[in-house]
């Protein structure tokens, strides 16, 4: 099963990478007179913005609860589905997408884990 491709193609699956422009960091250009977005930089923002939604919405289902459950399964649970993340995005070309892996699993780690793990007496 696949997607159509914006290219025309025929259609790809989700492990394929599609390159609408390349290098679209240096063809975006929103200064220009009449401002001008690749496709490729729309891709590569609504990419990260996805990443990151779909990392919170697991974080927030992991230690869901009021106060959060937390235990170390469920750390090394977010570990393990953040690191598969970043690995498929390198797999599938989207390097790009790593540093938002980190941060998102960081600002997890403040948001739910950080005090716990202290009171556990750290990472040791």
Known sequence: MGFPDPQGKGRFGPSQNV???PNCEEKMNCDSPGGSI???CVDRVVRQVAVRK????????IFRGQPP???WFRIVALFAVSAAVAREAVVNGNAHLVPVVVTTFTELVDRYLAAWIYRQGGWV
Request: charged share 10%; net charge negative; aromatic share 0%.
């Open 54 to 61: 779909a990392l919170v919405c697991i974080g927030d289902s």
């Open 19 to 21: 390159h609408l422009v």
């Open 38 to 40: 690749d496709l490729c």
């Open 69 to 71: 459950l937390i235990t």
